[in-house]
């Protein structure tokens, strides 16, 4: 088994069956492949849409929502493939994207990642791969150089780079199983940017391929009332990695600049016609407190407190 498509899934069911037909349709000739789905305990009836696909997948079903990262790191330890292709439910392969992405890691063998190009919804370019964080791109943020100094998608030819978003990002078996995986510690948001770093510092590279390209339709965007939820585990994790793989001094030097370009950023969606001033003043609030707030883990648990107990078996 060569390739294994390990999509992640939290009650984006239509999403989810749009992600499954791309993989069907951008599957590269001549190459063996598996298709797994770990459904996050979703009540939308995802699970009962893969089954009744009829197609050879290997379902796995949680009755307890878990983080991103843990749900990834199963996936990984569940699949048989050298190469696993990390999909969120909302993202969508483009043609020739596993095959691109499949020759960027075998043509390199000391890569562990290769992520793909994401467009939005509307087709528009998205960052997708970035400098590792460090006390150089917190100060290109605080002068406001972070599309030109820490950005690095875009261009053309694979090329290495700190980090690279995991919507859309194949990883070498092997060297994740080196690394112990994702950190669970991590929820959501941060969680790739850790691992990458774990890799670069075992010896691996991490490589960001242009011409691989998927549409990340993002449905958590739509989804305006957990909107506060998403912003305070974002900045909770950010400043957990920092914790981790730097100093204190750093972390909190990063907290007083992250709330300088948030607040920045409010002042100018005040007077800007159709730009959201309170959403980029709650970024600025948990850059400046990332301690505060109830995040997504916190509605993870509340869910699962109300949940009768189940196994999580693969179908």
């Known amino acids: 088994m060569l390739l294994s498509y390990c999509v992640v899934n939290t009650n984006g069911r239509e999403r989810?069956?749009?992600?499954?037909?791309?993989?069907?349709?951008?599957?590269?000739?001549?190459?063996?492949?598996?298709?797994?789905?770990?459904?996050?305990a979703s009540t939308d009836?995802?699970?009962?849409?893969?089954?009744?696909?009829?197609?050879?997948?290997?379902l796995i079903e949680l009755d307890r929502r878990t983080g991103k990262a843990e749900n990834d790191s199963t996936l990984l330890r569940t699949a048989r493939g050298e190469f696993c292709l990390l999909l969120n439910e909302d993202s969508e392969l483009r043609a020739g994207a596993p095959r691109r992405l499949l020759d960027a890691l075998e043509s390199d063998p000391r890569a562990a990642v290769a992520g793909a190009a994401l467009l939005d919804t509307?087709?528009?370019?998205?960052?997708?791969?970035?400098r590792l964080p460090s006390l150089g791109t917190t100060l290109a943020a605080a002068i406001f150089l972070h599309r030109s100094l820490i950005v690095q998608s875009g261009g053309s030819g694979p090329r290495e780079v700190g980090w690279a978003q995991s919507s859309a990002m194949l990883v070498r078996r092997a060297a994740a199983e080196q690394v112990g995986y994702l950190d669970p510690d991590f929820f959501v948001y941060s969680d790739?940017?850790?691992?990458?770093?774990?890799?670069?510092?075992?010896?691996?590279?991490?490589?960001?391929?242009?011409?691989?390209?998927?549409?990340?339709?993002?449905?958590?965007?739509?989804?305006?009332?957990?909107?506060?939820?998403?912003?305070?585990?974002?900045?909770?994790?950010?400043?957990?990695?920092?914790?981790?793989?730097?100093?204190?001094?750093?972390?909190?030097?990063a907290r007083v600049v992250g709330g300088w370009f948030y607040l920045v950023r409010a002042g100018a969606a005040a007077v800007l016609p159709g730009h959201r001033a309170r959403h980029w003043l709650l970024h600025a609030r948990q850059a400046l407190r990332p301690d505060r707030g109830e995040g997504i883990r916190e509605a993870a648990d509340a869910f699962n407190r109300n949940q009768p107990r189940a196994s999580a078996l693969p179908r």
């Open 16 to 40: 989810l069956l749009e992600c499954l037909d791309a993989i069907e349709r951008t599957a590269p000739d001549g190459v063996e492949w598996e298709v797994l789905v770990l459904d996050n």
């Open 122 to 130: 509307h087709g528009r370019p998205e960052a997708s791969a970035w």
């Open 192 to 253: 790739e940017t850790d691992f990458c770093k774990r890799l670069h510092d075992a010896g691996w590279r991490i490589l960001h391929v242009p011409e691989a390209v998927a549409v990340h339709h993002d449905q958590l965007e739509i989804d305006t009332a957990g909107a506060e939820r998403r912003i305070v585990e974002f900045h909770r994790n950010r400043d957990r990695y920092l914790r981790k793989h730097h100093t204190r001094a750093l972390a909190e030097l």
């Open 45 to 58: 009836g995802s699970a009962e849409a893969v089954r009744a696909l009829g197609r050879d997948i290997d």
